[in-house]
């Protein structure tokens, strides 16, 4: 989004040349992207982005208009200045607060990616850094950058280092043609921009949803339609006045309907953008005749005022709320009054303190006598130097609260572990039936009580970095004929075959299974493949959201081909709990209970009767420690309860399992102690992020495994 602009003649009805009703419209967007940032509703806050680049498009394409047919040319010395001086300050001082904030509550891994996210921002590269790290907007698992919304920034930056050439150049073609037709061409040419640009959003929505999210090809359509109303605006200043409210409040509710109606499930930008897209150029063709006297929602002071900082409310939202995540429970009534007043409160100063001032101050403003610049300067202090006194006192006043609430913090901090209790040490005298899980639990206890952080070995520095190596070497994440030969582990000279069957929670369990069965003469194959469930029933694609993930289908055939083929002693079976919530179905509650049940237990069924099958339970996870491991947490804000969804697959599981005769081996205890699960035990990690394990605790766990095997009589008894 871009801050207020001056607008094309056609529609100057205000002295200051500002529309009260597009400030409304700024106004509705940013506060439907802050509510859907913050409680993630209404299910189509994020529509507000749109809307923002249907306003710039507008604005930024009537001023160009108006400068070229003013003086018969388009100043790009000038323009660039303007964009300077409105974008910059105000968005450069965000990044320098939040990697000062970064580098206080952030650890070292975590604050260096927003190091670089802020790099990848400064420059208006923003959009192609996420799209390129993969970040899906609706999806993300694990540490979200504060600097994420810069995108939308970028996408438009980048528009405006194009247009106005391509603008230019058509004018001068244009008038070669005739004057008469400027506006003509010129809107033939932001016609086609508008059609290849949607032809090439749908296409990329289906194909590379995450790209197409961040991408400016797939974006610059709802910035042409903006500036397809300005190169209009002779037409639509036609517009009978009775007809413009009528055409106003459609638009309005056509953005309110978005806002409600769209959701992450939806194929986005392409083609659901087209409704607020639409809805917001039908609110500003209202307008363009005359100043609008019955559209209240947006013209009141309220939404005006909200509509003048929009720019600051969305430079400030996104950083306060993922950073206010490291300080307090996010699901608390403490984090949503800190992240709205935090949001209010640094908006309010930053819009007064940088962005406006800079606005009107002489920086910038083109070449000028020393002495008359002097005058503009000095004229500038009298007008804004007591309100920057003032703001002042308010910022350093905000800095202190800062630092008291700080120190006070820790005791402010939940901790899920506060009242846990360790059970009673068992009799030493006599002897235990599983020592290794007895010691897993002893340190799962440590862990639970720990007041400070351990010396972590690995450091925590990057956790993805700690995956297990079959997936970040081998590729098993993904196993094919061409990878299978490297999927494959084990004794040198095995005389028993086992195989891991199911999506990446699968392929982290590598580590444990070759510890566990290597030594017992076992060869190892993984046919592993991320997103793909055991159960045999269809589930959604996680990079399109709303379409079938086909590949699974086809996997699992692979799989049971190549099972048939190696004839396994030991088939072990694990699976995301994730996976439950993208049934095609829709399926919810109990219904998705019993359908995963029924297609687990088919999927059981269709494995060779000859060998010993084992349902593992997936891990249950814990916070990520790359976002909840800080300099001011502790490690009890690292500790996660149960969440319900690992319960239904846990009970669907079992049930499935004892269905089909397969053995069914709940894990919790190898990671949670009751309902207490701890991030880390001893000093290592023991999730990669937040329910994927690390190399290192998956291997440490092996002999849990091969203890609880060789008790249930599955793995034969250590040499």
Known sequence: MSPTAQIPRAQENKPSGIRSDIQGLRALAVVAVIFDHIWAWPSGGFVGVDVFFVISGFLITGLLLREHERTNHISFTVFYQRRIKRIIPAATLVLLVTLGAALLLFNRGRFDQTFWDAIWAFFFTANWHFAAAGTDYFLADGPISPLQHYWSLSVEEQFYFVWPGLMLAVLIVAAKVGVNRRRLVTGVVMALIIVVSFGWAM?????????????????????????????????????????????????????????????????????????????????????????????????????????????????????????????????????????????????????????????????????????????????????????????????????????????????????????????????????SLAPQADAVQAQLSSALLASTWPEFNPP????????????????????????????????????????????????????????????????????????????????????????????????????????????????????????????????????????????????????????????LMTPPGAENLQSCYTPLSQPGNCIRSIQDDWKVLLRAEASAATMAGTTFINTQSWFCIEALCPAFVDKSAVYADSSHLTATYSESIGAVLQEKLQSLKIAPPSA
């Open 203 to 431: 296409f990329d929505t289906q194909a590379h949803p995450t790209l197409a999210y961040f991408s400016t090809f797939t974006r610059a359509w709802e910035l042409g339609v903006g500036a397809l109303i300005a190169i209009t605006s002779p037409w639509w200043s036609q517009i009978p006045a009775r007809a413009r409210p009528i055409l106003a409040w459609v638009g309005l509710l056509g953005i309110v309907f978005s806002i409600f109606v769209i959701n992450e499930t939806l194929p986005f930008p392409a083609p659901w953008a087209v409704l607020p897209v639409v809805a917001a150029a039908l609110v500003i063709a209202a307008g363009i005749g005359g100043e609008q006297r019955f559209l209240y929602p947006l013209t009141n002071r309220v939404s005006v005022y909200l509509g003048n900082i929009s720019y600051s409310l969305y430079l400030w939202h996104f950083p306060v709320i993922i950073l206010a995540g490291t300080l307090i429970s996010p699901s608390s009534l403490r984090y949503y009054v800190l992240v709205l007043v935090g949001i209010a409160v640094l908006s309010v100063l930053a819009y007064n303190l940088v962005e406006r001032p800079l606005h009107k101050s002489p920086w910038l403003g083109g070449k000028t006598s020393r002495q008359r610049r002097r005058f503009e300067w000095s004229t500038w202090r009298r007008q804004h130097g007591p309100a920057l006194k003032r703001n002042g006192l308010a910022g350093a006043t905000l800095v202190a609260f800062g630092v008291v609430f700080l120190a006070i913090l820790p005791s402010l901090s939940p901790n899920p572990a506060a009242g846990y209790v360790p059970a009673a040490p068992k009799d030493s005298t006599a002897a």
């Open 460 to 615: 925590i520095v990057n956790l993805a970095d700690q995956r297990v190596p079959q997936w970040t070497e081998n590729g098993c994440l993904n196993v094919t004929d061409r990878n299978l030969d490297l999927c494959s582990y084990g004794a040198a000279v095995p005389t028993r075959t086992a195989v891991v069957l199911g999506d990446s929670i699968a392929t982290s369990w590598l580590p444990a299974v070759i510890s566990a069965l290597e030594p017992l003469g076992y060869s190892i194959q993984a046919l592993t493949k991320e997103s793909c469930p055991i159960a045999r029933t269809d589930v959604l694609d996680p990079r399109a959201r709303d379409t079938v993930f086909d590949e699974c289908g086809s996997f699992t055939d692979w799989a049971q081909q190549k099972v048939r083929q190696l004839d396994p002693d030991l088939i072990i079976l694990s699976d995301s709990f994730l996976s439950i919530k993208r049934l095609a179905s829709q399926a919810e509650g109990p219904a998705a209970e019993s359908e995963w049940t029924a297609a687990y237990a088919a999927a059981l069924a269709a494995l060779p009767a000859r060998a010993s099958k084992v349902s």
